[in-house]
């Protein structure tokens, strides 16, 4: 953007000389006008190659973490269709055994599967650089709390791993810019008091 800014304002400029109000000024001093135009024309032509080099590198980055959005919704679908396996075998167990302390142990024996594709994507510059400040805010705190209910609170887990899920999904319709960011946040807000109410 401020290479833009730049251009604009070096156009502006160098078109003072072409006011005819400074045209005696300019012919007088046709050599030192000269300069001073093929001069600005070469930074206009270098910022505006830079501009452009900068948009397409953001807009690699953007696809880029599309495609990282996309694996890593995958990832979770998969942990998600394993915790809910996992959990129904779980409640058919239960149902055989009298042993609350054996109810207990079964996710600490059992823990449901924490996707750790996640931990590594939250460690990579180009998904915290580019991944909005709401889903970023939420993925984080979705994440600490799947750690801490993976082995004590299965419906709380999979209840998360839904709402992950679902903010990969509006992050990724968000960098392909099919929503603007406050429809994120409105959908995200959404989303996130239907689970606490649901909880």
Request: proline share 2%.
């Amino acid at each position: 953007m401020i290479y833009l800014v730049t251009t604009v304002v070096l156009i502006l400029c160098s078109a003072i000389l072409f006011i005819p109000k400074f045209r005696s000024f300019t012919q007088r001093n046709e050599l030192a006008s000269n300069f001073a135009l093929t001069l600005i024309a070469t930074l206009i032509g270098v910022l505006l190659a830079i501009a452009i080099s900068n948009y397409d590198a953001d807009e690699k980055e953007r696809r880029d973490l599309v495609k990282l959005l996309y694996a890593a919704e995958a990832v979770v679908k998969e942990s998600q269709a394993y915790s809910i396996e996992l959990f129904k075998h779980y409640k058919q167990h239960a149902l055989d055994t009298n042993s609350i302390e054996e109810k207990k142990q079964f996710f600490e024996k059992n823990p449901l599967v924490y996707p750790e594709y996640l931990d590594a994507l939250m460690s990579q510059h180009i998904f915290i650089k580019n991944l909005s400040q709401e889903s970023l805010t939420e993925l984080s705190e979705r994440l600490i709390i799947m750690k801490r209910a993976q082995t004590v609170m299965p419906r709380l887990f999979i209840q998360s791993t839904s709402y992950v899920s679902y903010i990969l999904e509006q992050e990724r319709r968000y960098q392909k810019q099919e929503i603007t960011l406050i429809e994120l946040e409105a959908l995200l807000d959404i989303r996130e008091e239907q689970l606490d109410d649901s909880v």
